[in-house]
């Protein structure tokens, strides 16, 4: 999915576990945290080709994003104590889980299970869908 998708998914969801206690910061947290997996579209892999085939590589893998959900949650918990480390946890595990679980219901689906298996695509939604958007950003 688009990256503006991608950030209003991740907001909705911080708003939904922490929004009564953070207010705004649960909305922008969500919406950084929402893109992170999307940041390896920086990493040179040596062609045009491999940057596009290799995006949604290990960056939206469960096994890279759960344990870094983990440390995240630590590391934000330390930051705004008032949430609790449990909050925390489910928010980011929430949002940087369904980043990639989205990812896979396009064309070009992601790599949830690398490095032990390929792309998964369930091709049931396009990568910009107005219609799957519009009701996260009211």
Known sequence: MDSITQMALGASI?????????GRTALITGAALGTLPDLDVVIDYGSAVANF?????FTHSLFVLIPLAIALAWGLWRWRPALGFQRWLTLTLLVLVTHPLLDSFTTYGTQLF?????????SSIFIIDPLYTLPLLT
């Open 53 to 57: 085939t290799q995006h949604r590589g």
């Open 114 to 122: 690398w490095p032990l298996g390929g792309p998964v695509a369930l």
């Open 14 to 22: 911080a708003g939904a576990v922490a929004g009564k206690t953070l």
